[in-house]
């Protein structure tokens, strides 16, 4: 299976974790395209917000603009999750 945006790159059997948002924190790109996408204005490229997750490492490292870790972890996986409906179960459509 190819992740999005991968295509020339090596295979790799896993996909970053990594989030792009609009500057009115709309979740657009993840993974490979996130990283792609990065430095477009006014986006917010994030990565490693996992680690948010524990109190301490979010208070020395907190997410811009008040997003939560919960919130910004469950964009990414509706992220992926979409992704491989669209792949898996209905591939007609991508």
Do not use: C, Q
């Not at 990065?38 to 917010?44: L, S, V």
């Amino acid at each position: 299976m190819e992740w999005p945006d991968e295509a020339g790159k090596p295979k790799y059997s896993k996909v970053p974790t990594t989030i792009l948002y609009s500057r009115d924190l709309k979740p657009i790109y993840w993974g490979w395209e996130a990283y792609r996408y990065k430095d477009n204005e006014g986006a917010i490229f994030l990565s490693k917000f996992k680690l948010n997750l524990r109190e301490a490492y979010n208070e020395e490292n907190p997410l811009p603009r008040d997003l939560k870790p919960e919130r910004v972890i469950a964009d990414y996986i509706r992220l992926v999750v979409d992704y491989a409906l669209v792949l898996h179960f209905f591939p007609l459509w991508h």
